[in-house]
């Protein structure tokens, strides 16, 4: 009778096992369908002052950065922030970098503000743009929004990516630029 308590426990052991496994494959696998052949090509940490902020990884087809091709830039915060303090700090910085129309700002920020959770230290949200359909956004590896404006797709990876970027030091180590 002992031995097949313990045998209906290893039993069940051996299903958790293989559930947790499958759950676990089918999230990788989820990113890999949404970025095919994207390699990494640089890493940075943005910190403000004396606060460490977060850490962004770019990843680009083939390793090489063309914003004609699909990429994705992640970034892993390194403490917590509102959904909404994300969504308006990217249309300001959309803004800072010479982009004016208030109306479509104020469209972006609806839209960033639904998609965009509450995040807490370790948490990652990655963008992945496809020039053909947009921009989608994940949590940890969960699909949690997209917007299909190919105009929102380049102004929002400009924040990074662009020569007029407010961080340009983080630009360089996301594109892999030798100083």
């Known amino acids: 009778m002992i031995s097949n308590v313990i045998q ?3 039993t069940c052991l051996s299903l958790f096992a293989a559930v947790a496994l499958a759950v676990n494959a089918q999230g990788s696998s989820l990113e890999r369908a949404w970025m095919p052949d994207l390699m990494l090509l640089g890493e940075g940490r943005l910190r403000v002052l004396f606060w460490e902020i977060y850490d962004a990884s770019l990843y680009a087809t083939n390793g090489v950065y063309d914003p ?4 994705a830039l992640s970034l892993t ?5 509102s959904g909404s ?3 308006q700090r990217s249309v300001d910085e959309i803004r ?3 982009f004016a129309d208030e109306t479509v700002l104020a469209s972006w ?5 639904a998609i965009f959770p509450d995040v807490v230290e370790g948490d990652q949200i990655t963008g992945i743009s496809q020039p053909s359909e947009g921009t ?3 949590l940890n590896g969960a699909l949690i ?7 929102f797709s380049k102004r929002f990876f400009d924040i990074w990516l662009s020569e007029k970027t407010s961080e340009p030091g983080m630009r360089e180590s996301l594109l892999g630029i030798d100083k």
Not at 77 to 81: A, D, K, P, W
Not at 109 to 113: G, R, T
């Open 8 to 10: 209906s426990i290893k």
């Open 68 to 71: 004609e091709k699909p990429f």
């Open 145 to 151: 929004g997209t917007i299909t404006d190919q105009n």
């Open 85 to 87: 303090e994300i969504a």
């Open 136 to 138: 989608r956004f994940f």
């Open 77 to 81: 915060y390194l403490r917590g922030f």
């Open 96 to 98: 800072s970098q010479g």
């Open 109 to 113: 920020l609806a839209q960033l503000d």
